[in-house]
Each structure stands twice: as structure tokens, then as C-alpha cells.
């Protein structure tokens, strides 16, 4: 420890100073508040009284103010504090000083030291002036990250300097070299695409190029690019005949079908702008999308107009009214549309607890799919997937890149995009190159078996939520054939914004959402408004072209999220504020950190928590609530509602069902935990960091009722390890034990592989306790919808009958080298633990009987090789205790037994 040695203790005997040093090594803890925006006079002044404070109270040992505040404190770090500042005042010897005089000099460090803390900076007094040196841990830091801190420090005590008023929020930072640098350098990104382009055009120019071409395919159903083109058109002449055209919503209340790509490119042939309604949203949420989007016409299928509310759009059915649509003419109508115009409004989670419709135009979109095209060249013999909801912007690229370009685009059945097994053999039989996943569905897309057999996949694409390290490297590794492409954008900009390309063996901490993309800016901003530097959060901030229009009908918000771009030169331009926080790492990529607010991600699906928190509040019986996204014990997020019941008969079980009916399912918490109050900070606010995490005992369902059939039993065992649960019961829900849409795909897997059977994903939803799932799981069974494991029983045959082919081999290579274990596939496994041995035992014997190949046997009659049948087979199971034995030979003789078995 440094011992700080000041002018009144100069010149004495170093056995004076000897007994002074216990009383100068006792380190200050300082704090300082800068959250009220304090100028740099003012800082200096609270720091002075805060040092004062410390030194009149420096007797009270450090170790023991620690023992007070951390009982408990870890050993491995320093407690309170890991920044450390020295600043080493010893005096300098002067003209005129005695000979003898005592003198000072600081012994430089070879570097090699370990650091105490995270970081620590030491100055001392020189005659050139302050110099100084900094320890750091390398753990934490990087030296280039290091270097830029210095250099930050100096540009802001110079700031200081030339002005000491300034406030300390508004001193800069960064040399004028990297201020460019994040400004120009790294956004300079101009691409001269045309601009007057719209998205039907591209696809009209396609058709016009390659009309006989599969353009569409959908559950063993074709169409070519002509017959595309012929379908759109004659539906939008239809719908230009409704009044349809330039700024015109246009809803679509449709499932995944070739239907459904017609009634998009069609909507934007005629003028008009199209409209998603997700036949998946519950009821109330379709009503305030309608009222909001009030759409001119509504394109259907009949069997989902129950789903709607009452309404004033014109509704034309395109599955039962297509014979009336087909007289229409096939060729286009004249041009509506501009590359200003209004292509689409998707709608977005809310915190007012009301969805909101994000707008973006033709230009835009066409910028995106343009860059989209330079950068991975999609071409004739590709195949795309389109498995994403239309209700989230993705898709918007699905459905149009591949078809700007003359690639196919297979689009996957209703409720496909949920199921890993389908999508891998979809995947397979129409040889898809090209395809996106959020992370957490890609998850559980790795873990399907089989995928081996997707060699045809070229480009797998992850958006929407944070992309783990761990998890590219694992799709690298399964998937080594496949390029990974991370990006970035939210729904108010014309969908991606930013790309990284995953790389195998990149050392880094987190994967970045990468660069902008063509003629777009990303601008990283703290609270004034003004550029991080590299390696510092800001608030990310979207101009360029990409830029949506805004929200419809909320001029308010739009004027809130939509703001004039100080940086850009051209006018007019605008920044969409994202409330995402992000840093630039040094190599010019973009690391996303965080939020900025309490929007989260969920399984790649944006959510308001304020939207839930609304509605909760809305129910008669809930005072209070809040809501959170937490890590499970799956390091999977899971929203969790905290409430404030009004009463104490709440239950918690219509809390979730009126959530059901405003909300899409992924937008109702998996856990609800009721409080006797919130928990609060001393300043009266929510403290969200004290909020409990939910516990089994406090789940809102049935006391426990054990597994009573052989079914409930292994289902239990599947959803204790998709859940991490340690007991399931037979009325407990899939779902309020912490089960989701993903982890139901992982659940439905495994049963088939457990069971034999092939249960749709729509069953969990339909039966999702325990009870009921086992009893669709026996109806299954017994209907042979799977393959249903025959009883334990023998099988009648005779005594002795030929061999097969195979087994005529086998019998040929015994007869070369008889008693050989080579045929077998012999291992060995070690069992730690409690062991049941008469239950293994019985294990075995049951195997046998189920097992006809395991009780045949090879025998010569007359000279030649029969096989002979065993209706029971007895088995003993060979047990020696090798307890008797010393502990450093049990494992030798333990190996010894393996090998002769």
C-alpha cells in the first residue's frame, strides 16, 4: 500500500516515522453524487466537504467500517470501492536545501504487478508538471481501452482548464479525431440505388424476366412468377374498384397460403398500403387495430371472420370468392403507387397499454432489400423460407427479396414456424437456402435431430433479440455449411438497420448487432444529445433513409421518437429514438447493451410492459402491478406480474384469463406473485430490484396431485426437464408453471421421441395439464396416429427358424473368429448415486421381454445355422462389491471387470 508522506513529518527519523505509518495507510472511501448536474466548481467544492468528512473520521479502521456495512462480503475484490486514485504529494528538493537533507523519489513499477483493483490511477508532482500512470485489470480492459481513457481524461482536464463552470455532464470527451470518427467515418454508407423504385415494380420487372419460373410454392401448391403476377392483378383491380389506392389501408385477416401473397402484392399494386391482423390476437386487440387502422377493405378467409369484432370494412373472402375475382383482367392496373407512398403499417406493443401502428413506404423497403441483395446476392436457384408471423416486420423481407429476385420462396404451413421438426424436413425436401430465426427459436432448432440433412441451407439470419456467443458458435458448429448473419432494426425503421456476420473462433464477450447498412446512420447519443465516445453507452438513435413515417394517428408520439438529425446535412432529416443502448467497439462495429426504458424482448418479440401493467390494472381485484422480464433457471426470459391484490379473495386464475383476452398469448406473464405491497426505494419509487423472484410455493395452481398413470408419469419427466421443475403434478398447466410457445415446441419433440407419436403443437395449447396431455397422448396411441410401442409380451413363433441375410453374415464372421465381441457395440457406464438394484434388475428383464432380439439365439441344426426363439429369458444381474478393496485399486479393478465383460 502507498504511504502518503506530507511536509510536516519531513526531515524526521525513521523510527519517528515508523510509528506514523499504521495511522497513514487506513484508506478513505470517498463518495460523490453528480446526478443533479452540478457545474465542475460546484462538484469540487461537495468533493472537498466529502474528503473533510472522511479525514475527520480516518481513525476508525477500514476493515472494521467494512464488517459493519459487508458482513458477508466476498474475499476475492476489495469491498466498497474499485477505483482507486493516488495522488503522490511528497516534496521536491529546492535550491538552498542542507546536503544531508532527506530526498523523495517515486520507484517505477515493471508493470508485471497484479492489479488490486479494477482500476487505479496514480499522479505525483514533477518539475515538467502532473504525471501520471495507470493500473488496470486486464480481465476488465483492453490496453487500446486504456489508452482512449487517457486520452479522454486529457481532452476533459483541458476542457476544465479553459472553463471550470461548465457544467461536468457538458465537458467533453473525445478529440476532434474520433467525434469524426463515430460521426463520419463509421456512418459513411452512401449507396446510389435508384430511388423512385416501389416493391411491386421490382417484382413486376422479376416476372418480366423469368415468367415461368416457380415463384411460390405452399404445401405441394405452385405458382409461377406469371401466375403470381396474373392472381395480383386481377385483385387489385378489385380492390382499386373498392376505392383502394395511394394511402389506403388495406387489413388482411389471413393464415400462411399462397392466398396470402397474392393479397400482399396485390394491396400494393393497387395504391394501397396493407394491414396485418394476426388471426392468433385475441379479440380486443383486433379491435383496437381496426379502429386505429380503419382499413378501406378487409381481405379474409371465411373460416376466420369470427374472430373479428363488428366493423365497417367491406370484406371480400379470397377462398370462397375468388371464382367472381378470377374475371377480372390479368394484366396490371396503371401505376398508383410512389416510392413515397404508403406500403405497410405493422402494429407494435404500446405503453399505454394500447397497440400502435408503425408506418413505413416503398422507399425505404426497396433500400433495405437492395442492400440486402448487394450483400448476400440472392439468386434464381435459391429458396427462401417465409415462416414468420406478418404481423412482425420480418417477414416484409421474406416475402419480397426472394421474389425481387427470381428466387422461390416456400412458405411454411400455419403454426409451422413453431415446430423444429417440420421446419428441418421442410427444409430438406425444398432444399432451402435461406432462412431467419429469432435466437431463442434457433435454440431449440439446434436441438432437433436430423439436421444433418439441411445441406442445402446457405444463410441462416438472426434478428430480433441479443444473439448469444455461445449459441453462433453452436449453430457454427452444427451447422458448418451455413453462413450466420446477425442484424439489427426495430419496426419503426424499414426493418433491419445494422448486419454483423458470425465468424467461427471470434473472440468476443457478446456478438455485435455490426454495422449500418446502406444509406442509413446510427447515431449513439448520451442525454444532451451528443456522440459517445468508443466504448461508452449512448442511446441509439436511426436516420437515413430508412427512417419510418412514424405512428398512425399519434402525432405526439411520432413528434416524441421521430426528432430532427442535428448531424445529417441534408433537410429534413430525421432520427427515430430507438431506447436501445449501445456502444461502439474499436474495430467500428456497434454492441448492443441494453434498453433505455422498460420495453423488452421476449423470444425475439418486442413487448411494452407497460401495455400489461395497463390491463392488469384494469381488472376489479388488482390494486397494484407491475411487471418484469426475468431469467429462469433455463437462462430463458419469462415475463413475471407482480400484484397488489384489491381484496384478499383474488384470484390470480381470472387475473390471467381477462390478460388472455386482451393480449397475444406471449404478452401474458408465465408467473404471477402477489405482494402485500410494491417494494420501494427510500425516494418512494418502485424498486424493482427488490421484487421477489416467483417461487413454486407460490404458484396459483391445485395442491399437488402425483402422476397416476404410466403416461402422466413419463410426461412428468419430460416437462421436469423442459422446466426445470422438480415436481409435477397431474392438474398442474404447462404454462403456469413457466412453459411458453419455445419451450412447448422442445416439450412436443421430445414426446414424440419418448412416445412414438406425432402430437400437433396446437394440443399443448388446447389440453396444457398434465392430465389432460396424458389422456390425448393415450388417444393418440390407441387411434395409431403414431406408432404405438407393442405390449411387453412374447410373440408366438416356433422354436427355430432360418436366419435372415444379416444374420447369415454374422453367423460367416463368427465362424472366421469365433467368440469375438466385434460385433457388438459394447460400453460401459458409471452410475454415482443411490442405486436401486432390484429395480434395474427388473429393467432389464422387462427389456428382454420386449425385445424378441434380445432372447435369439445362433445355433447349427443338420449342419446348418437356425435361429432359436426364447419366450423368457432369466436374468440375474452380476453384482461384486469391490468396498473391500483399497481406494487407489478399486478403479483399476473396476476397469479390469469392464474389459473381460
Same mark, same amino acid.
Given at each position: 500500500?502507498?504511504?502518503?508522506?506530507?511536509?510536516? *513529518?519531513?526531515?524526521?527519523?525513521?523510527?519517528?516515522?515508523?510509528?506514523? *505509518?499504521?495511522?497513514?495507510?487506513?484508506?478513505?472511501?470517498?463518495?460523490?453524487? +453528480?446526478?443533479?448536474?452540478?457545474?465542475?466548481?460546484?462538484?469540487?467544492?461537495?468533493?472537498?466537504?466529502? @474528503? +473533510?468528512?472522511?479525514?475527520?473520521?480516518?481513525?476508525?479502521?477500514?476493515?472494521? %467500517?467494512?464488517?459493519?456495512?459487508?458482513?458477508?462480503?466476498?474475499?476475492?475484490?476489495?469491498?466498497?470501492?474499485?477505483?482507486?486514485?493516488?495522488?503522490?504529494?511528497?516534496?521536491?528538493?529546492?535550491?538552498?536545501?542542507?546536503?544531508?537533507?532527506?530526498?523523495?523519489?517515486?520507484?517505477?513499477?515493471?508493470?508485471?504487478?497484479a492489479a488490486k483493483f479494477d482500476l487505479s490511477f496514480v499522479f505525483t508532482h514533477s518539475p515538467q508538471g502532473l504525471a501520471g500512470s495507470v493500473t488496470y485489470s486486464t480481465a476488465l480492459f483492453r490496453e487500446d481501452s486504456i489508452r482512449r481513457l487517457v486520452s479522454h481524461l486529457r481532452v476533459l482536464l483541458e476542457a476544465i482548464v479553459l472553463d471550470a463552470g461548465q457544467h461536468v455532464s457538458a465537458l467533453p470527451l473525445m478529440e476532434e479525431a474520433e467525434r469524426r470518427q463515430v460521426l463520419v467515418d463509421w456512418n459513411a454508407t452512401a449507396t446510389d440505388f435508384p430511388r423512385d423504385a416501389t416493391l411491386h415494380g421490382l417484382i413486376e420487372a422479376q416476372v418480366e424476366r423469368t415468367p415461368d419460373a416457380v415463384a411460390l410454392e405452399f404445401e405441394g401448391r405452385t405458382l409461377t412468377y406469371r401466375e403470381l403476377d396474373a392472381r395480383a392483378n386481377q385483385l387489385a383491380h378489385v380492390l382499386i374498384a373498392q376505392g383502394v389506392g395511394p394511402e389506403v389501408r388495406v387489413g388482411l385477416l389471413l393464415e400462411r397460403s399462397l392466398e396470402l401473397v397474392v393479397a400482399l402484392l396485390a394491396t400494393l399494386k393497387a395504391g394501397g398500403a396493407y394491414v396485418p391482423f394476426d388471426p392468433a390476437y385475441p379479440a380486443q386487440r383486433l379491435t383496437w387495430m381496426l379502429e386505429d387502422a380503419r382499413p378501406a377493405v378487409l381481405l379474409a378467409q371465411e373460416h376466420l371472420l369470427s374472430r373479428l369484432p363488428a366493423h365497417d370494412a367491406r370484406v371480400l373472402c379470397l377462398d370462397t370468392q375468388w371464382e367472381d375475382i378470377a374475371r377480372q383482367p390479368r394484366h396490371a392496373p396503371p401505376p398508383r403507387a410512389t416510392?413515397?407512398?404508403?406500403?405497410?403499417?405493422?402494429?407494435?406493443?404500446?405503453?399505454?397499454?394500447?397497440?400502435?401502428?408503425?408506418?413505413?413506404?416503398?422507399?425505404?423497403?426497396?433500400n433495405r432489400l437492395r442492400w440486402m441483395q448487394s450483400a448476400y446476392n440472392l439468386g434464381t436457384s435459391d429458396v427462401v423460407l417465409q415462416k414468420t408471423p406478418f404481423s412482425f416486420d420480418v417477414s416484409v423481407w421474406e416475402f419480397f427479396w426472394p421474389l425481387m429476385t427470381g428466387a422461390r420462396l416456400v412458405v411454411a404451413r400455419p403454426g409451422g414456424h413453431q415446430e423444429p421438426a417440420y421446419l428441418a424436413r421442410l427444409i430438406s425436401e425444398a432444399g432451402v437456402t435461406t432462412l431467419?430465426?429469432?435466437?431463442?427459436?434457433?435454440?431449440? /432448432?439446434?436441438?432437433?435431430?436430423?439436421?444433418?440433412?439441411?445441406?442445402?441451407?446457405?444463410?441462416?439470419?438472426?434478428?430480433?433479440?441479443?444473439?448469444?456467443?455461445?449459441?453462433?458458435?453452436?449453430?457454427?458448429?452444427? %451447422?458448418?455449411?451455413?453462413?450466420?448473419?446477425?442484424?439489427?432494426?426495430? @419496426?419503426?425503421?424499414?426493418?433491419?438497420?445494422?448486419?454483423?456476420?458470425?465468424?467461427?473462433?471470434?473472440?468476443?464477450?457478446?456478438?455485435?448487432?455490426?454495422?449500418?447498412?446502406?444509406?442509413?446512420?446510427?447515431?449513439?447519443?448520451?442525454?444532451?444529445?451528443?456522440?459517445?465516445?468508443?466504448?461508452?453507452?449512448?442511446? +441509439?438513435? *436511426?436516420?437515413?433513409?430508412?427512417?419510418?413515417?412514424?405512428?398512425l394517428g399519434r402525432p405526439e408520439l411520432t413528434a416524441e421518437r421521430f426528432i430532427p438529425d442535428a448531424f445529417s446535412g441534408t433537410p429534413g432529416a430525421r432520427l427515430y429514438r430507438t431506447g436501445d443502448v449501445a456502444r461502439w467497439l474499436p474495430d467500428g462495429a456497434i454492441e448492443y447493451v441494453g434498453r433505455a426504458d422498460f420495453q423488452v424482448k421476449v423470444r425475439g418479440l418486442r413487448i411494452e410492459l407497460g401495455e400489461i401493467e395497463t390491463?392488469?390494472?384494469?381488472?376489479?381485484?388488482?390494486?397494484?402491478?407491475?411487471?418484469?422480464?426475468?431469467?429462469?433457471?433455463?437462462?430463458?426470459?419469462?415475463?413475471?406480474?407482480?400484484?397488489?391484490?384489491?381484496?384478499?379473495?383474488?384470484d390470480i386464475s381470472t387475473v390471467r384469463e381477462a390478460l388472455r383476452q386482451r393480449m397475444p398469448e406471449y404478452m401474458v406473464p408465465s408467473a404471477f406473485v402477489a405482494l402485500e405491497a410494491l417494494p420501494l426505494t427510500p425516494s418512494g419509487k418502485l424498486d424493482r430490484n427488490a421484487l421477489?423472484?416467483?417461487?413454486?410455493?407460490?404458484?396459483?395452481?391445485?395442491?399437488?396431485?402425483?402422476?397416476?398413470?404410466?403416461?402422466?408419469?413419463?410426461?412428468? @419427466?419430460?416437462?421436469?426437464?423442459?422446466?426445470?421443475?422438480?415436481?409435477?403434478?397431474?392438474?398442474?398447466? /404447462? /404454462?403456469?408453471?413457466?412453459?411458453?410457445?419455445?419451450?412447448?415446441?422442445? %416439450?412436443?419433440?421430445?414426446?414424440?421421441?419418448?412416445?412414438?407419436?406425432?402430437?400437433?403443437?396446437?394440443? +399443448?395449447?388446447?389440453?396444457?395439464?398434465?392430465?389432460?396431455?396424458?389422456?390425448?397422448?393415450?388417444?393418440?396411441?390407441?387411434?395409431?396416429?403414431?406408432?404405438?410401442?407393442?405390449?411387453?409380451?412374447?410373440?408366438?413363433?416356433?422354436d427355430e427358424a432360418p436366419l435372415s441375410f444379416a444374420q447369415q453374415r454374422l453367423w460367416f464372421l463368427d465362424q472366421l473368429q469365433p467368440g469375438t465381441a466385434t460385433y457388438n457395440i459394447p460400453s460401459a457406464l458409471h452410475l454415482e448415486g443411490p442405486l436401486d438394484l432390484s429395480a434395474l434388475e427388473r429393467a432389464f428383464r422387462e427389456l428382454l421381454q420386449r425385445h424378441e432380439s434380445l432372447r435369439t439365439t445362433f445355433h447349427a441344426h443338420a449342419g446348418e445355422p437356425v435361429q432359436r426363439f426364447h419366450a423368457t429369458a432369466d436374468f440375474t444381474l452380476d453384482v461384486r462389491d469391490l468396498e473391500h478393496l483399497a481406494s487407489d485399486t478399486r478403479e483399476a479393478e473396476a476397469r479390469r471387470l469392464a474389459g473381460a465383460e
Open positions: 500500500d502507498d504511504v502518503v508522506i506530507g511536509s510536516p *513529518i519531513a526531515g524526521r527519523r525513521f523510527a519517528e516515522l515508523e510509528g506514523l *505509518i499504521g495511522f497513514f495507510i487506513n484508506t478513505l472511501a470517498l463518495r460523490s453524487r +453528480l446526478d443533479d448536474g452540478p457545474t465542475f466548481v460546484e462538484m469540487l467544492g461537495r468533493v472537498r466537504e466529502a @474528503t +473533510l468528512g472522511a479525514y475527520a473520521h480516518q481513525d476508525i479502521p477500514f476493515e472494521k %467500517l467494512v464488517e459493519e456495512l459487508q458482513p458477508q462480503r466476498d474475499l476475492s475484490r476489495s469491498p466498497l470501492f474499485q477505483v482507486m486514485l493516488t495522488l503522490q504529494n511528497a516534496p521536491r528538493a529546492e535550491e538552498g536545501a542542507r546536503a544531508d537533507a532527506l530526498s523523495l523519489r517515486p520507484v517505477g513499477q515493471d508493470g508485471s504487478t416510392a413515397d407512398g404508403l406500403a405497410y403499417v405493422i402494429f407494435t406493443s404500446g405503453s399505454t397499454g394500447r397497440p400502435k401502428g408503425a408506418m413505413n413506404a416503398h422507399g425505404p423497403v426497396v431467419h430465426f429469432v435466437p431463442s427459436m434457433l435454440q431449440v /432448432f439446434l436441438e432437433e435431430p436430423g439436421l444433418e440433412a439441411c445441406t442445402s441451407l446457405r444463410r441462416v439470419v438472426c434478428s430480433g433479440e441479443a444473439l448469444p456467443v455461445e449459441l453462433a458458435e453452436r449453430c457454427l458448429r452444427r %451447422l458448418p455449411w451455413a453462413g450466420l448473419h446477425n442484424l439489427y432494426g426495430p @419496426t419503426e425503421a424499414a426493418v433491419d438497420v445494422t448486419f454483423h456476420q458470425c465468424l467461427p473462433g471470434e473472440s468476443r464477450r457478446s456478438v455485435p448487432i455490426g454495422r449500418p447498412v446502406a444509406n442509413t446512420q446510427i447515431r449513439l447519443l448520451d442525454s444532451r444529445m451528443e456522440p459517445v465516445p468508443v466504448g461508452v453507452p449512448g442511446e +441509439l438513435f *436511426i436516420g437515413g433513409v430508412q427512417v419510418g413515417r412514424g405512428y390491463a392488469l390494472k384494469l381488472h376489479p381485484g388488482v390494486q397494484q402491478a407491475v411487471v418484469v422480464a426475468r431469467e429462469d433457471a433455463t437462462g430463458d426470459r419469462r415475463l413475471v406480474a407482480y400484484v397488489v391484490p384489491s381484496s384478499a379473495s383474488l421477489p423472484a416467483p417461487e413454486a410455493s407460490a404458484r396459483d395452481h391445485a395442491s399437488y396431485s402425483p402422476p397416476s398413470t404410466p403416461t402422466e408419469e413419463l410426461l412428468a @419427466t419430460l416437462w421436469s426437464g423442459v422446466l426445470r421443475a422438480d415436481r409435477i403434478g397431474r392438474e398442474d398447466d /404447462f /404454462f403456469v408453471l413457466g412453459g411458453h410457445s419455445l419451450l412447448a415446441t422442445q %416439450l412436443v419433440s421430445r414426446i414424440r421421441s419418448a412416445f412414438s407419436v406425432e402430437l400437433p403443437l396446437r394440443v +399443448l395449447f388446447e389440453a396444457p395439464t398434465l392430465s389432460r396431455l396424458a389422456l390425448r397422448v393415450d388417444e393418440a396411441l390407441q387411434a395409431a396416429e403414431g406408432i404405438a410401442l407393442p405390449p411387453p409380451s412374447a410373440i408366438a413363433r416356433g
